[in-house]
């Protein structure tokens, strides 16, 4: 059978096709030229850039790296200083985490996502641009503080009170909360992206029982983003709030905690392990079967075992504190549930066994990448079912076998994998393959490499050599594992020389010119790859389409499949439904651009400016980058141009709201991050209660009953006015404008209201841990408050300008759907702030 | 419903660990031992009223299909979770300082 078994049993267009066809979809999705490349929106593009950026700061990480191991080749050293020392093991795991890790898994996922869903992009192709842009701008800035003695030197995970103004003076620490919480932004955009990219635009056909696991791994990556993160981007405002106003979040002798840093950083930083591991996990899922020539064993089950990694993970946080004194029990819950987690992960590991077992695997050059993975990442994983055992973990806390532990599951399970991903995927995006001989040259440098620098690092710690210390003296028997462990590092420095000198040589970027299908691979993102994708959107039958169909690349070629053109002379794509990928609404997507590169620049500035405390520029930065935001939203809604057919009977409308369209999808992922912050805010308000109690107000020194009523009476006005301006939409302007002027005044002054009442209570947020608490939620409400004043801002503008009605609704509908949100925390903080208070006073 | 599983985990993790750890900061470490084992219990019958449910459902679909099977094996996987998160409570006394 050679057509897939669309709902018609027949191709979805007749060939031959109309002639200036091919020609019209080029040129709607044509590419900036020159320097102008630099507007371009196209999944692809950005793909590149995208993961070029997070090589080349693996590279420069890895060279921070090379530099401790020259350190510490032999004792005594005197090769660089303590404070340098400490500057770059700071600079290396924050680098490595979280401008090359999380950016490098999720470049995978902007460039293959689309090709591999069967889309001609995702669905919000500015914002993909967006992440890139800040990313690259906030990470250039973030590495370069090393270069001018600015730069961190309090270790990735930034502990206070190390981290505190008073023993870390200096704008250092500032750079690392403040850099790392913008860069944090870059990867939630892309979360959101991916999310969405992968529910709604996905070929039609392509449930989610034919998804690829890639897929699945991006879309549960991104999931674990948009709740992890926000726990540490939490945690960076408090701890700048801290530094920068005093307010005592970490200070223990004022009712504030340190180990709420450490709950806050850890709630995200396994999660992280797991935002790593995943969606190398799903290269190799990918990788696997079509090097092993067969189906990957137990699809369903590695889903499964996926989804419930994802959500163990952030059951395990606390297996980073077991030596801070939390009552025996509760490491217990944490210990149980870290071994947990080995199961899911090992049903993987036994799958892709199962497959190469069941199938004949091809020694290719990323079957051998792939092949390491597996032997060096179920090390890393035993040691790690090693370190869930508590009592092993207080011997072996803050040792090198912690450093070897964690190396042999972030190198091996990511590194590995992205680099067999490099070789595999390379002739689907470059004119030429890499080279199969370099590729196992570097196969067998990094893999000796990496096991002679870290195997050691195991007995190093075990016998007794901390983490973090920049010299050590001869004699104690750590000198020839510390020299070996160096002799390791180069080699996977030689390795790494020989993959940059297989890209010079052989990677050539493309878009029409691709080598193409050479391992005879089953999935759609290896049909062609222009800008637009492939020439039409394919019915996906099977898990492999190419294997199901093998005429389905010509096919798709020639048009024959859904939306061969453009319909409206623009960039499109099919919006499917959720679970059975069903079209439900041709979607026009935006071209190149400048305000979201211009938008990029000033948030990052805003950022950094802010770090050197020059506040009235960056403020202006600020300004200018929400302008900047409005200025790329304004045509982001165009209006109906009644249905359009893509082919196969099928007439789908060009303007849909409400739940059909993804932006609303978007702004719920978006309120869930919000609201995961907001979690986050509630255990540390609770948490510090149970710390400090003493330290927190009588019931008779709280704010009187009747301000907390005026507030709620506030919120629920606000509430009241939206729910009467979403009546009146479309039906009268000036009263929808007064509704909607009412609503977000009346949010706001709920807030006064409440900040005042506190401050007339005589509460102080640099007073104790509970007042800082306090004032902080109301941070977190003012936040969403000026969120939702933007965006009443944006409909205003956008009705008084007629493109903003009853019909053309998305704007509004997404502004209601933060307002609600902004409502509903607004009262539930009035519930805390003041009603927790006064129950267990 | 798909995610009832690892959600209904989730919960009780959370409960069973912030009630030790309210319970510990009021001095009542019996109160804990008696919460645990009701969040547990409430947690297991919710789970297996989610298996049997799901188990038991016959779709057309094929993607709906897919995510009931799914949602089944979550369960179970939920139910593990949730007795390896038990455990503790019954083999380590409540609010015992680990020094």
């Known amino acids: 059978m050679t057509v897939a078994a669309t709902p018609t049993g027949e191709y979805p267009h007749p060939l031959p096709r109309p002639p200036d066809e091919l020609d019209r979809l080029k040129a709607a999705w044509a590419l900036p030229k020159g320097w102008r490349i630099v507007s371009a929106v196209n999944n692809t593009v950005i793909g590149y850039l995208y993961i070029a950026t997070a090589f080349g700061f693996f590279v420069l990480a890895g060279i921070l790296a090379l530099l401790m191991r020259t350190q510490l080749a032999v004792p005594d050293n005197t090769f660089i200083s303590q404070e340098t020392y400490n500057q770059l093991f700071t600079m290396h795991g924050t680098v490595m985490m979280f401008l090359f890790a999380v950016p490098a898994v999720e470049a995978m996922g902007v460039l293959l996502l689309p090709q591999m869903l069967g889309a001609r992009d995702l669905p919000f192709p500015r914002l993909g641009a967006f992440a890139f842009w800040v990313y690259l701008v906030g990470g250039l800035v973030f590495f370069c503080t090393l270069f001018v003695g600015m730069a961190p030197r309090d270790g990735w995970f930034m502990y206070p009170p190390l981290s505190s103004e008073r023993f870390s003076p200096g704008v250092g620490a500032d750079f690392w909360l403040l850099g790392i919480g913008f860069i944090e932004i870059s990867a939630i955009a892309g979360a959101i992206e991916i999310i969405?990219?992968?529910?709604?635009?996905?070929?039609?056909?392509?449930?989610?029982?034919?998804?690829?696991?890639?897929?699945?791994?991006?879309l549960i990556l991104a999931g674990m983003i948009v709740f992890a993160f926000p726990a540490v981007i939490l945690a960076t405002i408090l701890l700048e709030l801290e530094r920068a106003f005093g307010w005592p979040f970490f200070i223990a002798e004022r009712g504030g905690d340190p180990l709420l840093w450490q709950h806050l950083f850890w709630f995200f930083g396994h999660p992280e392990v797991y935002i790593i591991f995943l969606p190398a996990a799903g290269m190799v899922s990918m990788i696997v079967p079509t090097m092993a020539g067969t189906s990957l064993v137990g699809h369903r089950l590695i889903v499964v075992a996926l989804i419930a990694t994802g959500f163990f993970s952030f059951g395990l946080w606390v297996h980073h504190m077991f030596t801070t004194?939390?009552?025996?029990?509760?490491?217990?819950?944490?210990?149980?549930?870290?071994?947990?987690?080995?199961?899911?992960?090992?049903?993987?590991?036994?799958?892709?066994?199962?497959?190469?077992?069941?199938?004949?695997?091809r020694l290719t050059a990323a079957s051998l990448f792939v092949l390491g993975f597996l032997t060096v990442f179920t090390l890393g994983g035993l040691t790690g079912v090693m370190l869930a055992m508590v009592p092993f973990d207080w011997q072996a806390h803050d040792t090198y076998f912690v450093v070897a532990h964690f190396h042999y599951v972030l190198v091996g399970g990511m590194v590995f994998p992205l680099l067999a991903a490099f070789y595999y995927w390379a002739p689907a995006f470059s004119e030429k393959p890499l080279s199969e001989r370099l590729g196992k040259w570097a196969f067998g440098l990094i893999f000796t490499g990496f096991n002679v620098a870290f195997f050691p690092m195991h007995v190093t710690g075990l016998i007794g050599m901390p983490r973090r210390v920049y010299t050590y003296p001869a004699g104690l028997g750590w000198d020839w594992l510390n020299l070996v462990s160096t002799v390791g590092a180069f080699m996977v420095a030689a390795a790494i020389l020989v993959i940059l000198v297989d890209f010079v040589r052989n990677l050539r970027p493309t878009l029409t010119d691709a080598a193409g299908n050479i391992w005879k691979a089953g999935t759609l993102e290896w049909m062609e790859n222009h800008t637009y994708g492939a020439r039409s959107v394919p019915y996906v039958d099977s898990l492999e389409p190419l294997w199901a169909h093998p005429t389905m690349v010509d096919d798709v070629h020639q048009g024959r499949y859904y939306l061969p053109g453009t319909n409206t002379g623009g960039r499109e794509a099919i919006v499917t439904s959720a679970v059975e990928a069903e079209p439900q609404y041709?979607?026009?997507?935006?071209?190149?651009?400048?305000?979201?590169?211009?938008?990029a620049f000033f948030t990052a500035a805003f950022f950094l400016l802010l770090t050197v405390k020059a506040v009235t520029i960056a403020l202006a930065c600020g300004a200018l980058a929400v302008a900047m935001i409005v200025a790329w939203m304004w045509n982001s809604d165009p209006a109906s141009v009644g249905r359009a057919d893509i082919g196969g009977g099928i007439a789908l409308p060009t303007y849909v709201s409400g739940p059909v369209h993804p932006a609303w999808w978007?702004?719920?992922?978006?309120?869930?991050?919000?609201?995961?912050?907001?979690?986050?805010?509630?255990?540390?308000?609770?948490?510090?209660?149970?710390?400090?109690?003493?330290?927190?107000?009588?019931a008779s020194a709280l704010p009187a009953a009747s301000w907390i009523i005026l507030a709620a009476a506030l919120l629920v006005a606000s509430g009241v006015a939206l729910s009467a301006a979403q009546r009146i939409l479309g039906r009268s302007r000036p009263a929808f404008a007064i509704l909607v002027a009412i609503g977000v005044a009346s949010l706001a002054a709920a807030l006064i209201v409440d900040v005042l009442s506190q401050w007339r209570s005589g509460l102080r947020p640099e007073a104790s841990g509970h007042g800082a608490m306090v004032y902080a939620g109301a941070v977190l409400q003012a936040q969403v408050s000026a969120a939702v004043a933007v965006m009443a801002a944006f409909a205003l503008m956008r009705l008084a300008r007629g493109l903003l009605d009853a019909e053309r609704r998305v704007v509004f509908d997404n502004l209601r759907l933060m307002w609600i949100y902004a409502v509903g925390q607004g009262l539930f903080s009035l519930l805390l702030t003041h009603g927790f208070p006064r129950a267990v006073g | 419903m798909w995610l009832a599983g690892p959600i209904v985990w989730a919960l009780h993790l959370a409960v069973v660990y912030g009630a030790e750890s309210f319970a510990c900061s009021r001095g009542s470490a019996a109160a804990h031992s008696v919460l645990g084992a009701m969040a547990t219990l409430v947690a297991l019958v919710m789970l297996a009223i989610l298996v049997v449910q799901a188990s038991g459902r016959r779709r057309v679909a094929n993607g709906a299909t897919f995510m009931d099977r799914v949602a089944v094996w979550l369960g179970v996987a939920g139910m593990a979770g949730v007795i390896a998160s038990y455990l503790p409570v019954l083999m380590i006394p409540a609010c015992l300082s680990p020094a």
Not at chain 1, 196 to 218: E, H, K, N
Not at chain 1, 667 to 684: T, W
């Open chain 1, 196 to 218: 969405v990219g992968v529910m709604r635009t996905r070929a039609p056909g392509m449930t989610l029982a034919r998804m690829p696991i890639f897929a699945w791994t991006m």
């Open chain 1, 325 to 361: 004194g939390i009552p025996a029990r509760s490491l217990g819950f944490f210990s149980a549930a870290s071994m947990a987690v080995s199961v899911p992960s090992g049903i993987q590991v036994f799958a892709w066994i199962a497959t190469i077992a069941a199938g004949r695997l």
């Open chain 1, 586 to 599: 041709l979607m026009r997507l935006p071209g190149p651009g400048w305000a979201h590169v211009l938008a």
């Open chain 1, 666 to 698: 978007a702004m719920c992922v978006l309120i869930a991050v919000a609201g995961a912050l907001y979690l986050s805010y509630v255990f540390g308000y609770l948490y510090l209660w149970t710390v400090a109690p003493q330290t927190w107000p009588a």
